[in-house]
């Protein structure tokens, strides 16, 4: 393995917006371990994945600035110092966005502008990495989905996250801040929230399987996902963030290989060794906004940083559940909770 990436870290300033949240505090705990000086910004806002706990084990080693990024005060401010920034800050769930688009907007347009607005008065060496969806792509053309797909999406949520990724494009090559997007396919693994299910199905599915209640899927079942095991989409971020070839350009980071939900349950089921699997019908709202089988063509950030996934589904599903079993109460209301196995 080419370690060059994981020693640029050491010493070196980072911050991590949303960085108490599901992907942001897995990248805290790498960084951390490599040596980074480390500053995590988080609104903490209920519902959108961040938790203290999140940082267990390395909280006395990096410092947390809970603060909402769309106050252009405190980012100028705080993106003074940084030599890396990992943009993770983001309102990601779906269902939400056609809910209340308007809270959409701001937190995942405006407070892009605002982060970068700061780099660019403040700190224009500082280099950016945005945490990109593959929801902006919408219902596929062709699979597996490279980059030169056309962005269609077919939600809210999508076209926030699309215009969130042309800013920083922008800024990269009219302004010089230097930055790129990482479009994320399914992420799963510890510190998820799984508190509710609207941020995508992976956590809930996770949860239902642990609380030994039923996964229902909608209609056969033969939908085909991919999944990146967090520790992967981590090390992906950092290859980005250290390297100087992914500046002003966008990436698929996806999983090894596509599954169907079907398979996908069935083997949950059986990590898990608890929860069952119902077939239902689709329901109208989400079958308007479903995109069908989606898969992603990691290709391009490969070749330009080496990247692979390394975890195999199997295990990452085993070192999920694992996890929650030990921490259960810290990512559900144990009150709520439905004979937890």
């Known amino acids: 393995m080419n ?31 490599l040596g980074a000086n480390v500053l995590i910004v988080d609104s903490l806002i209920p519902d959108y994945g961040g ?16 603060a909402d990024v769309r106050q252009q005060s405190t980012m100028n401010y705080l993106v003074r110092e940084c030599e890396v920034i990992f943009n993770l800050a983001g309102q990601v769930s779906h269902i939400d966005s056609m809910r ?12 892009q ?16 990495v945005y945490a990109g969806t593959r929801q902006i792509y919408g219902r596929p053309d062709s ?58 199905f992976i956590g809930w599915f996770l949860r239902l399987a642990i609380e030994d209640r039923t ?8 939908q085909l996902r991919d999944f990146v095991f967090v520790d992967d989409a981590a090390d992906a971020f950092l290859r980005a963030g250290a390297d100087d070839a992914c500046n002003g350009e966008v990436f698929n980071i996806g999983g090894e290989r596509p599954i ?12 898990a060794g608890s929860g069952r699997v119902e077939y239902v019908a689709w329901p109208a709202e989400k ?23 390394q975890t195999r589904l199997e295990a990452g599903l085993m070192r999920t559940i694992e996890f929650y079993r030990r921490h259960f109460d810290r990512y559900v209301d144990a009150s709520a909770s439905q004979g937890l196995a």
């Open 113 to 128: 502008l605002t982060i970068l607005e700061a780099c660019r008065y403040n700190n224009p060496r500082a280099k950016v």
């Open 100 to 111: 209340d688009p308007y809270s959409d907007l701001e937190i995942n347009c405006r407070s």
């Open 215 to 222: 996964i229902q899927i909608y209609g056969d079942g033969s």
């Open 143 to 200: 699979l597996p989905v490279s980059e030169s797909h056309l962005v269609r999406p077919t939600d809210v949520n999508g076209i926030n996250k699309a215009a969130g990724e042309y800013y920083h494009l922008v800024y990269n090559n009219v302004f010089g801040v230097r930055a790129c997007s990482l479009r994320l396919t399914n992420v799963y693994g510890p510190r998820q929230l799984i508190r509710h299910n609207r941020q995508g």
């Open 287 to 309: 079958k308007a906004i479903d995109i069908g089988d989606f898969y992603a063509d990691s290709s391009k950030f490969a070749r330009v940083t080496g990247w692979t996934p």
């Open 260 to 271: 169907s939900h079907r398979d996908l349950t069935t083997l949950l089921v059986s990590v």
């Open 51 to 66: 938790n203290l706990f999140n940082i267990d084990g390395i909280a006395d080693r990096l410092r947390v600035n809970i």
């Open 3 to 33: 370690l060059d990436y994981q020693n640029f870290y050491r010493g070196r300033r980072v911050m991590i917006t949303g960085g108490l949240g599901f992907v942001g505090s897995c990248l805290a705990h790498q960084l951390v371990a």
